[in-house]
């Protein structure tokens, strides 16, 4: 399996971003993936996670509102679409699969949760 993330950019405050994951593998509609995020200096952070199905969804609560995450199981492709941003939102993203096959409708929020991950696709705010 293999996970590429793009779409990351410099952008201003108070705009809007999607960043995108392709997976590679016949397996990507049996797992959840979620997004993470690491600023300089800062251990890597759960932002937002989507069941297997795109049924549910899950967010970190500074980004409630402002972000959303969806997928397409035909495209093997995740998105995070960020609105609203602000300079704390600044970091690398980084996408990732979870480790194992939930069932539909579970998630998952821990980095210990999750095993493949995408290269990361920075995100820059500037005030």
């Known amino acids: 399996v293999q996970l590429q993330a793009f779409g990351g950019g410099l952008v201003q405050a108070g705009d809007s971003l999607r960043v995108t994951c392709a997976a590679s593998g016949r397996t990507f509609s049996d797992y959840a993936m979620g997004w993470f995020r690491q600023a300089p200096g800062k251990e890597r952070e759960f932002v937002a996670t989507?069941?297997?199905?795109?049924?549910?969804?899950y967010y970190k609560d500074s980004v409630k509102g402002r972000f959303s995450i969806s997928r397409d199981n035909d495209k093997n492709t995740v998105y995070l679409q960020m609105n609203s941003l602000k300079p704390e939102d600044t970091a690398v993203y980084y996408c990732?699969?979870?480790?194992?096959?939930?069932?539909?409708?579970?998630?998952?929020?821990?980095?210990?949760?999750?095993?493949?991950w995408g290269q990361g696709t920075l995100v820059t705010v500037s005030s």
């Open positions: 989507i069941s297997r199905g795109g049924g549910t969804t």
């Open positions: 990732a699969r979870d480790r194992v096959r939930r069932r539909s409708g579970l998630v998952a929020v821990t980095v210990e949760e999750y095993d493949y």
